[in-house]
């Protein structure tokens, strides 16, 4: 049976996403506490995969997550999900607005409700949880008094709704990722992502855009550009880009080869069906996969002394 370990425990976003995946039907899903815990159980075997959040549509990406994906043992994205977020208010039984002295969620919770708490519980202390999940846990337990988080988690611990839909944009939707240890990536689909991070030459004047124009001249659509610190010194970064198509698709493969002899290091997170199937590239795809194709063919006629 697979193992897939999540970011717990149950009732958060994370589970909710992973519950949509076919495969973790039948799968033993492993709440962690952590998102490194949850990478950690990938590296080490405990789990053959782990579904981590990776960024938010309005609170961005979600540092941990990048962090170990940049440094440790290479780890590859399989699968990428998408969840609309809400969030509801949610306390003991008995309790009422006024009584909220404290508020606590993940630190991505409560940003998507700040204008909506500061406007509704001014005075209560926010206070950020490892998970929505275990904020609300947190309430049964009595650590605080209200959690923000979704409404499987208010279910799930018998608690009383406070006040829905308290997120400050009603349409946010969270980006998750199944990562596994390294394998071959999944079979292209023709609306394929390719994320990989970039370690740039940092003295080379120019460096960051020798990077994007490996994509550039091929044509291929960056979907996602990130910078986190290296952690070394002030001023040290890496880069994560996303962008359309497969490892197997030439334009890509060749870009990757660009990247590998412009970078001091890149790093291959895998290439793995796009979840936003409505996404459009920018729509040109010029030249063509069949120009890319010609030209290979071609310079293996002309190395041959052909035509
Ligand atoms: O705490 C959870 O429920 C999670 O799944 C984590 C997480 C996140 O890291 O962004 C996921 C979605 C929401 O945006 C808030 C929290």
Redesign the pocket.
């Known amino acids: 049976m697979l193992r897939y370990a999540y970011?717990g425990p149950a009732g958060?976003?994370?589970e909710q996403a992973l519950r949509s995946i076919p495969e973790a039907a039948d799968a033993e899903l492993l709440p962690m506490v952590t998102v490194p815990e949850a990478l950690s159980a990938v590296r080490t075997g405990t789990a053959d995969a782990a579904l981590v959040?990776l960024e938010?549509s309005v609170?961005g990406a979600?540092p941990p997550t990048l962090d170990g994906l940049a440094s440790g043992e290479r780890l590859m994205i399989n699968r990428e999900v998408l969840l609309p977020?809400t969030f509801n208010l949610y306390a003991a039984p008995g309790a009422d607005l006024g009584s909220i002295k404290t508020v606590a969620s993940?630190p991505?919770?409560l940003a998507?409700c700040r204008g909506w708490l500061r406007t509704n519980v001014p005075d209560a202390e926010l206070i950020t949880s490892p998970?929505?999940?275990d904020a609300a846990e947190g309430v049964v337990r009595g650590d605080w008094d209200a959690a923000v988080?979704?409404p499987v988690a208010g279910q799930r611990y018998d608690l009383a709704e406070l006040a829905v839909n308290v997120a400050d944009n009603a349409a946010?939707v969270?980006r998750f990722i199944l990562v596994t240890r390294p394998a071959p990536p999944p079979a292209r689909t023709g609306a394929d992502v390719t994320s990989l991070v970039a370690f740039i030459h940092h003295d080379r004047t120019g460096a960051l855009l020798e990077v994007l124009t490996e994509f550039a001249v091929r044509d291929i659509n960056l979907t996602r550009i990130e910078s986190r610190p290296m952690k070394e010194r002030i001023g040290r970064y890496c880069f994560f880009l996303d962008c359309d198509g497969h490892i197997e698709d030439d334009r890509v493969g060749e870009a990757l080869m660009g990247l590998r002899r412009v970078c001091e290091d890149v790093r291959f997170l895998g290439s793995y069906p796009r979840a936003n199937a409505d996404h459009e590239g920018d729509g040109r795809a010029k030249p063509s996969d069949d120009d890319f194709a010609d030209a290979a063919a071609w310079l293996e006629r002309v190395r041959a002394g052909g035509a």
Request: charge should be negative; hydrophobic fraction near 35%; glycine fraction near 4%.
């Open positions: 970011l958060t976003f994370t959040p938010n609170e979600v977020v993940h991505h919770g998507q998970s929505t999940a988080c979704a946010a969270t």
